[in-house]
């Protein structure tokens, strides 16, 4: 838990989407249907318009913030509420000021304009209430505590989102992955979403991962899944913590998109026992340090393998083999 030098709010911060349209060339503007955006799920899917052409997407947002405490305790003064838009993928970050539907009133309302160009993935949208507090000005006294997605291709607005699985041929296929051509699996994290990428020129692969082969290599192929999710769970964590942001006092930021949802899971079989802010910061004090990183190893692959379930899959295959060997016998 963060500990802030000077007084915050104590009540909820809450935020929604309440309206999204779209504009293309010759500013004709169209409204998104409703169910491109969800309250429950709190995520905007743009790639559920009905034209692709859009250049910008204008988003009507309404904030809650708690007004009987501002007003009751008076530790705050120039109190503002500001919704911002960021996008880890290509740096973008877009403020607005949103203004009070009613003086004095707890709904505070505007519209945020994001373009089509600068932005390539998923972008996270919160809320702050910044105030004078002891006479130092823009200091944040509050936050929304969950923020909304906005994702630009998706046509779900789901926040959960499947692994991308493509099978490439690694042998005559682009040149980095021609590197590759001995490995059966690489995954790539350099785009918005981790992709694991199958070769399918290695020999026997896709009989053993499709699941219409033999009994045996059904067995055989259920390890191989086990492996193949380790490997991805080690990698998205190596590349979440690859990048950080950090604080001037040198506190790391959870990232946003799937890198903070990838550390939120694992950090707690990572550095056990700590709150996840703290697991994060010996996490990069490790990477970042003369010594640590090495030890920490040994805690990644066993946050990756539990994650895989790899010791369930061992066991089924060890009995369906077994299985296999005694009907073989009798």
């Given at each position: 838990?963060?500990?802030?030098?000077?007084?915050?709010?104590?009540?909820?911060?809450?935020m929604r989407v309440?309206?999204?349209?779209?504009?293309?060339?010759?500013?004709?503007h169209e409204?998104?249907?409703?169910?491109?955006?969800?309250?429950?799920?709190?995520?905007?899917?743009?790639g559920?318009?009905e034209?692709?052409?859009?250049?910008?997407?204008?988003?009507?947002?309404?904030?809650?913030?708690?007004?009987?405490?501002?007003?009751?305790?008076?530790?705050?003064?120039?109190?503002?509420?500001?919704?911002v838009?960021?996008e880890?993928a290509?740096n973008?970050?877009?403020?607005?000021?949103?203004e009070?539907?009613?003086?004095?009133?707890r709904?505070?309302?505007?519209?945020?304009?994001?373009?089509?160009?600068?932005?390539?993935?998923?972008?996270?949208?919160?809320?702050?209430?910044?105030?004078?507090v002891?006479?130092?000005p823009?200091r944040?006294?509050a936050s929304?505590?969950?923020e909304?997605f906005?994702?630009?291709?998706?046509?779900?607005p789901?926040?959960?989102r499947?692994?991308?699985?493509?099978w490439?041929?690694?042998?005559?296929?682009?040149?980095?992955?021609q590197?590759?051509?001995?490995?059966?699996?690489?995954?790539?994290t350099?785009?918005?979403?981790?992709t694991?990428r199958?070769?399918?020129?290695?020999?026997?692969l896709?009989?053993l991962?499709?699941?219409n082969?033999?009994?045996?290599?059904?067995i055989?192929?259920e390890?191989?899944?086990?492996q193949m999710?380790?490997?991805?769970w080690?990698?998205?964590?190596?590349?979440?913590?690859g990048d950080?942001?950090v604080?001037?006092?040198?506190?790391?930021?959870?990232?946003?998109?799937?890198?903070?949802?990838v550390?939120?899971?694992m950090?707690?079989?990572?550095?056990p026992g700590?709150?996840?802010?703290?697991?994060?910061r010996?996490?990069?004090?490790?990477?970042?340090?003369?010594?640590?990183?090495?030890?920490?190893?040994?805690?990644?692959?066993?946050?990756?393998?539990?994650r895989?379930?790899?010791?369930?899959?061992?066991?089924?295959?060890?009995n369906?083999?077994?299985?296999?060997?005694?009907?073989?016998?009798?």
């Amino acid at each position: 838990m963060k500990v802030f030098p000077y007084p915050r709010l104590s009540g909820p911060v809450t935020m929604r989407v309440t309206a999204v349209g779209l504009r293309g060339p010759g500013e004709r503007h169209e409204d998104l249907d409703a169910r491109g955006f969800s309250v429950v799920e709190q995520v905007v899917a743009l790639g559920l318009a009905e034209r692709e052409d859009w250049e910008r997407a204008r988003l009507k947002l309404s904030a809650t913030v708690p007004a009987k405490e501002i007003d009751s305790k008076g530790h705050w003064s120039e109190v503002s509420v500001l919704a911002v838009l960021t996008e880890g993928a290509t740096n973008a970050r877009t403020t607005i000021r949103l203004e009070p539907e009613a003086p004095g009133g707890r709904e505070w309302v505007g519209a945020l304009e994001l373009w089509h160009a600068d932005h390539l993935d998923r972008a996270s949208l919160s809320v702050h209430v910044v105030a004078t507090v002891d006479d130092v000005p823009g200091r944040v006294i509050a936050s929304s505590e969950k923020e909304w997605f906005v994702d630009i291709d998706g046509d779900s607005p789901v926040r959960d989102r499947e692994l991308k699985v493509v099978w490439n041929g690694f042998q005559g296929g682009p040149a980095w992955l021609q590197a590759f051509r001995e490995m059966p699996w690489i995954v790539d994290t350099s785009g918005g979403l981790p992709t694991v990428r199958v070769n399918r020129d290695f020999d026997g692969l896709r009989d053993l991962l499709g699941g219409n082969g033999s009994e045996t290599e059904n067995i055989v192929g259920e390890l191989l899944l086990a492996q193949m999710s380790t490997d991805v769970w080690t990698a998205v964590f190596h590349a979440a913590v690859g990048d950080l942001e950090v604080e001037d006092d040198g506190t790391p930021l959870f990232p946003h998109d799937w890198q903070g949802e990838v550390l939120r899971e694992m950090l707690p079989d990572v550095v056990p026992g700590r709150p996840v802010e703290e697991a994060l910061r010996e996490v990069h004090l490790g990477r970042t340090g003369t010594a640590g990183w090495a030890d920490l190893q040994p805690r990644i692959h066993f946050a990756a393998a539990r994650r895989a379930e790899v010791p369930k899959a061992l066991r089924i295959t060890v009995n369906g083999l077994d299985r296999l060997h005694r009907g073989d016998d009798a």
